[in-house]
Antibody
Framework: QVHLVQSGPEVKKPGASVKVACKPSGYTFTDYGITWVRQAPGQGLEWMGWIGTYNGNTNYAQKLQGRVTMTTDTSTSTAYMELRRLKSDDTAVYYC??????????????WGQGTLVTVSS | DIQMTQSPSTLSASVGDRVTITCRASQSISSLLAWYQQKPGKAPKLLIYKASSLESGVPSRFSGSGSGTEFTLTIDSLQPDDFATYYCQQYNSYSSFGGGTKVEIK
């Protein structure tokens, strides 16, 4: 079975950085991309960006350009999302999800359990 | 960026009802649209992809239609397990989500 397991909750101060890990299992890591989606308390889903695990190619949402970096470590089959210069409105649950391997397949079929990131002084 | 607009934002319905949710794209996205169900405290679950393809394991009472800029998700004979929030997602140009539709008990 496919599972994506994320790292635990984080509490950060404004201006700090956070790095969330996502470790998939049950399939070949480099056969699918990984996307990151966040959800602020009581709000909807916000696409943050994605990474092609085979070649490391990334695309980020425009509003996060310059603050977000998505990477992978193929030796441990782990994906990472780092968000810098945190603000209070970055407080959210951050999800990783598996993305299809071709442009016509860029929907998200398996999701991690979510990681709560709280930004507070 | 492609904007996705869902309507209604909240929908009150009873068990057994037929429910329809609409999603509109700010520009044509062909059929590159997915639908998700999310329950409180849980990750979203994929229901439909490519506008009308049912994900494996999803009950057949869920169906999707549309292309271009207008899409619908229909739930035939609403079940107690279907009370949740539903989101559309376009993947024609990068990706973006609609604002969500909460289906609540009437």
């Amino acid at each position: 079975q496919v599972h994506l397991v994320q790292s635990g909750p984080e509490v950060k101060k404004p201006g700090a950085s956070v790095k969330v890990a996502c470790k998939p299992s049950g399939y070949t890591f480099t056969d699918y991309g990984i996307t990151w989606v966040r959800q602020a308390p009581g709000q909807g889903l916000e696409w943050m960006g994605w990474i092609g695990t085979y070649n490391g190619n990334t695309n980020y949402a425009q509003k996060l350009q310059g603050r977000v970096t998505m990477t992978t470590d193929t030796s441990t089959s782990t994906a990472y999302m780092e968000l810098r210069r945190l603000k209070s409105d970055d407080t959210a649950v951050y999800y990783c999800a598996r993305r299809g391997s071709g442009p016509l397949l860029y929907y998200f079929d398996y999701w991690g359990q979510g990681t709560l990131v709280t930004v507070s002084s | 960026d492609i904007q996705m607009t869902q309507s209604p934002s909240t929908l009150s319905a009873s068990v057994g009802d037929r429910v329809t949710i609409t999603c509109r794209a700010s520009q044509s996205i062909s059929s590159l649209l997915a639908w998700y169900q999310q329950k409180p405290g849980k990750a979203p679950k994929l229901l439909i992809y490519k506008a009308s393809s049912l994900e494996s394991g999803v009950p057949s009472r869920f169906s999707g239609s549309g292309s271009g800029t207008e899409f619908t998700l229909t739930i035939d004979s609403l079940q107690p397990d279907d009370f949740a929030t539903y989101y559309c997602q376009q993947y024609n140009s990068y990706s973006s989500f609609g604002g969500g539709t909460k289906v609540e008990i009437k």
